[in-house]
């Protein structure tokens, strides 16, 4: 007779760590996305606005000593990202190239100018700052104009200007979802833990002494799937290096080593308070409430 109630009698189910552990590294790894996605479109978005060219045109009689002046002031301003020094005779052959023709045997003579050709920081790539930077420029002694394509920087200026934070709000909306997902998993595994719960509790047992092996088990959880997750997303970052030739500088690596430790912080930040709190909450509950 008492085998057979032993075995009509329900088993208790262990709380299955792999699970949770399993569910927080897809939670952290799409978080990692995120966070590589984010820096990677404000990273391209930062290039296409340096990528705005202004062509400074030297006067036709100015002089070396003029050239390596102007070159000297272009260097001082904050506004300049870089600069590039084109001869009339580097642009007659890059023309002539174009088009097919030499362009000083129709003419008789080079119709071109030398110029340098300045990218500005992303900062001033927009349409308040770019005519300030060319009303300078154009003041420069031995400058006869300045020329760049209003139609990219309007492209900039409207299209561009607000999409990083618009891309900020979507991943930061991403990120509250998965602090929802991960605080749910934690729960969900302490949920199948509160009658072990209760039974220490009733035995004498201290809030800080039942707590205690929960918060480890959490810090463990949230470390182990963050390693996970970066070590995936590391794996993608790897792949797209060796199948597409990605190169990374330095501030790349730097980024990816602030992500990482971001991503560890938050898995056991996440994990560690919403098992403080759910072993708390099966504390403070009378026994008639846990079933």
């Given at each position: 007779m008492s085998?057979?109630?032993?075995?009509?009698?329900?088993?208790?189910?262990?709380?299955s760590y792999l699970?949770?552990?399993?569910?927080?590294?897809l939670i952290l790894f799409l978080v990692g996305l995120i966070g590589l996605s984010y820096y990677f479109s404000t990273k391209g978005f930062k290039a296409i606005k340096e990528s705005l060219e202004l062509e400074i045109i030297l006067t036709q009689e100015i002089e070396k000593t003029q050239i390596e002046d102007i070159k000297y002031e272009l260097s001082q301003y904050t506004a300049i990202k870089d600069q590039k020094f084109i001869s009339k005779e580097e642009a007659l052959a890059m023309f002539s190239k174009e088009l097919g023709q030499d362009i000083?045997?129709?003419?008789?003579?080079?119709?071109?100018?030398?110029?340098?050709?300045?990218?500005?920081?992303?900062n001033y790539s927009n349409s308040d700052s770019v005519p300030k930077v060319v009303k300078q420029l154009k003041a420069l002694n031995g400058v006869m104009d300045v020329t760049y394509s209003k139609s990219v920087l309007d492209f900039v200026?409207?299209?561009?200007?607000?999409?990083?934070?618009?891309?900020?709000?979507?991943?930061?909306?991403?990120?509250?979802?998965?602090?929802?997902?991960?605080?749910?998993?934690i729960r969900l595994s302490m949920f199948s833990q509160r009658f072990l719960i209760r039974s220490m509790q009733l035995i004498g047992a201290t809030k800080g002494f039942i707590i205690k092996p929960f918060i480890?088990?959490?810090?463990?959880?949230?470390?182990?799937?963050?390693?996970?997750?970066?070590?995936?997303?590391?794996?993608?970052?790897?792949?797209l290096y060796y199948r597409f030739n990605f190169v990374y500088s330095n501030s790349d690596i730097i980024v990816f080593g602030i992500i990482a430790g971001c991503l560890t912080l938050f898995g056991i930040l996440v994990s560690l308070l919403s098992t403080y709190f759910s072993v708390s909450k099966y504390l403070r509950m009378k026994l008639e409430e846990l079933y």
């Amino acid at each position: 007779m008492s085998e057979e109630l032993s075995q009509k009698s329900p088993k208790k189910k262990k709380p299955s760590y792999l699970s949770a552990t399993v569910s927080i590294f897809l939670i952290l790894f799409l978080v990692g996305l995120i966070g590589l996605s984010y820096y990677f479109s404000t990273k391209g978005f930062k290039a296409i606005k340096e990528s705005l060219e202004l062509e400074i045109i030297l006067t036709q009689e100015i002089e070396k000593t003029q050239i390596e002046d102007i070159k000297y002031e272009l260097s001082q301003y904050t506004a300049i990202k870089d600069q590039k020094f084109i001869s009339k005779e580097e642009a007659l052959a890059m023309f002539s190239k174009e088009l097919g023709q030499d362009i000083q045997e129709l003419a008789g003579t080079n119709p071109l100018y030398d110029s340098y050709v300045v990218h500005l920081k992303s900062n001033y790539s927009n349409s308040d700052s770019v005519p300030k930077v060319v009303k300078q420029l154009k003041a420069l002694n031995g400058v006869m104009d300045v020329t760049y394509s209003k139609s990219v920087l309007d492209f900039v200026s409207l299209k561009i200007k607000n999409m990083p934070y618009l891309i900020g709000g979507f991943c930061l909306l991403l990120l509250i979802i998965a602090f929802s997902l991960i605080d749910n998993t934690i729960r969900l595994s302490m949920f199948s833990q509160r009658f072990l719960i209760r039974s220490m509790q009733l035995i004498g047992a201290t809030k800080g002494f039942i707590i205690k092996p929960f918060i480890g088990r959490a810090i463990l959880t949230g470390l182990l799937s963050a390693f996970l997750a970066i070590l995936a997303w590391g794996g993608i970052l790897y792949f797209l290096y060796y199948r597409f030739n990605f190169v990374y500088s330095n501030s790349d690596i730097i980024v990816f080593g602030i992500i990482a430790g971001c991503l560890t912080l938050f898995g056991i930040l996440v994990s560690l308070l919403s098992t403080y709190f759910s072993v708390s909450k099966y504390l403070r509950m009378k026994l008639e409430e846990l079933y």
